[in-house]
């Protein structure tokens, strides 16, 4: 709005330049005064006083009327015509009027190209800040929105994907999955993951139970993961993967990597799953004596993964295998490293939280964005309200 704002003060400034220019006018030429004749010798240069004129008098005739023409006593035409009032422009003069106009159309170009740059710039702004999507449901269903934003990065390799939670016969599904490697493999990765995942529980949640099919689809990802990967010879690409199916009131989830899945209920949030990162297992050797605490807290590999979409080397998972049993008001939290990795705890609880999920979901958005944090991740998360 303010791109647009700008335009149009710059517009109405041109159109009062233009507008003044073209008031400039030139004043009429008025005739020289009449000289007075000079006085015959031994007489004073003197002018004698005209006799006063009767009304009648000095109301010209039809005949002498201005812009007509009068008529000597022969009947010819006299040469005597009222003067024209149109104005001759000097040379100079119309040089100067052709800069003005000259000028007036330039600035009327710069504004054009300012206002086209300003709505380019507007529309990558919004593009690398965030996008959000609300998917409204059918009332008493499943609301769900969510937010993504490019952050520092020059590519997005994050990637999500949510059901219609029009048609929740089977239950909403929801991914959010993180690509590594840099560059368009961890964006394909994260894509690949995503993707299949949508397809498999369209294809598998009216004959199989969450539970069995949350983990069948996360070893077929891996495979197509491996396979892909494989082929363009990238030994260090992958994805992190964080996945929720909700049926009737019940919660069923599956997480690979450090992405994460929070529950929102009365105000708190709680992390459901584990990461599957170095400081888990440098917390746990910190716990029996192994390593100091402080070693375990300043570890450089702590933030490490260990177990992703497309590793070589076993695949770890984390979800559950009973139902958790979801109340009214209750919302779901999925979201990349980008989201928890900028905002505090206590941020991101409050903004999660606001009464309207579409309002929440902006307000993490606002408060990531307001950190102008360097390098600030790739940012992505679904929130699905019960």
């Given at each position: ?26 004043p009429?030429?008025?005739d ?17 006083p ?6 009648a ?16 006593p ?40 300012t206002?086209i ?20 449901a ?22 999500f ?8 016969q089977?239950g909403?599904?929801?991914?959010v ?9 961890g964006?394909?990765?994260?894509g690949?993951v995503?993707s299949?995942?949508?397809?498999a ?17 996360v ?16 030994a ?16 069923y ?5 450090d992405?994460?899945?929070?529950l ?9 799953n ?9 917390d ?14 300043n ?42 990795g ?31 944090k360097p ?9 699905l309200?019960?």
């Amino acid at each position: 709005m303010g791109g647009v704002k700008r335009f149009l003060t710059v517009l109405l400034s041109l159109l009062l330049l233009t507008g003044t220019a073209s008031a400039v006018t030139l004043p009429p030429a008025s005739d020289p005064p009449a000289a007075a004749s000079p006085a015959p010798d031994g007489q004073d240069a003197t002018t004698t006083p005209e006799e006063p004129v009767s009304p009648a008098e000095e109301e010209p005739s039809p005949a002498e009327a201005p812009g007509t023409v009068t008529a000597s006593p022969d009947g010819a035409p006299s040469p005597e015509t009222t003067p024209s009032t149109e104005l001759t422009l000097s040379p100079e003069q119309k040089f100067k009027t052709l800069l003005i106009w000259s000028g007036a159309v330039l600035l009327f170009l710069i504004a054009v190209l300012t206002f086209i740059a300003l709505l380019r710039k507007r529309r990558n702004r919004r593009r690398k800040n965030g996008t959000m999507k609300l998917r409204n449901a059918e009332p008493g269903g499943i609301r769900a929105v969510n937010l993504q934003g490019l952050g520092g990065r020059e590519n997005q390799q994050d990637s999500f994907g949510v059901t219609d939670v029009k048609d929740s016969q089977y239950g909403v599904f929801a991914v959010v999955a993180d690509g590594m490697g840099g560059g368009a493999d961890g964006a394909e990765v994260s894509g690949l993951v995503v993707s299949h995942m949508l397809e498999a529980f369209r294809s598998g949640a009216e004959t199989t139970e969450p539970p069995a099919l949350l983990l069948r689809m996360v070893s077929e990802a891996q495979s197509k993961a491996r396979s892909f990967i494989s082929q363009r010879g990238d030994a260090v690409s992958g994805s992190t993967l964080v996945a929720a199916v909700v049926k009737s009131g019940e919660l069923y989830f599956v997480s690979v990597g450090d992405s994460r899945i929070c529950l929102l209920r009365g105000g708190a949030a709680v992390q459901l799953n584990r990461e599957h990162i170095f400081a888990s297992e440098l917390d746990e050797k910190a716990a029996r004596g192994v390593i100091t605490l402080e070693a375990a807290r300043n570890d450089p590999q702590r933030a490490s993964l260990t177990s992703f979409i497309g590793t070589r080397d076993r695949l770890q998972t984390d979800g559950n295998a009973n139902p958790i049993q979801l109340v009214p008001g209750d919302r779901l939290l999925l979201m990349t490293d980008g989201v928890f990795g900028t905002v505090t705890e206590r941020e991101l609880t409050e903004a999660a939280t606001l009464p309207n999920v579409y309002e929440a979901a902006a307000e993490i958005e606002r408060v990531i964005i307001a950190k102008r944090k360097p390098n600030q991740d790739n940012f992505t998360a679904v929130i699905l309200e019960v």
